[in-house]
């Protein structure tokens, strides 16, 4: 079945940087497009960033372009998202997700 499991996520101080994996299974990774998506305390889920199959097209939320890099390595079906200039309001869940199935995500908090 498919699997995404996340990771790398922790506590950061405001213009610090993460970098998030998601270790995807059960599927063809590599002919799937992929996103994240978070979620912020009491909010709904928020798209972040998607990347092609092939890893040559990404698209992203206008509160993270510039800051965020999504990644993908499909010989390891691997999902990364390099986090930087980190600013509170980032503080979520975040998920990687393919079509409908989402992970169990990995919390960012990031505070003085």
């Known amino acids: 079945q498919v699997q995404l499991v996340e990771s790398g996520g922790g506590l950061v101080q405001p213009g610090g940087s993460l970098r998030l994996s998601c270790a995807a299974s059960?599927?063809?990774?590599?002919?799937?497009?992929m996103r994240w998506v978070r979620q912020p305390p009491g909010k709904g889920l928020e798209w972040v960033s998607s990347?092609?199959?092939?890893?040559?097209?990404?698209i992203y939320a206008t509160s993270v372009k510039g800051r965020f890099t999504i990644s993908r390595d499909n010989a390891k079906n691997m999902l990364y998202l390099q986090m930087n200039s980190l600013k509170t309001e980032d503080t979520a869940v975040y998920y990687c997700?393919?079509?409908?199935?989402r992970g169990q995500g990995t919390q960012v908090t990031v505070s003085s």
């Open positions: 997700a393919m079509e409908e199935t």
């Open positions: 059960g599927f063809t990774f590599g002919s799937r497009r």
């Open positions: 990347i092609s199959s092939d890893g040559s097209n990404m």
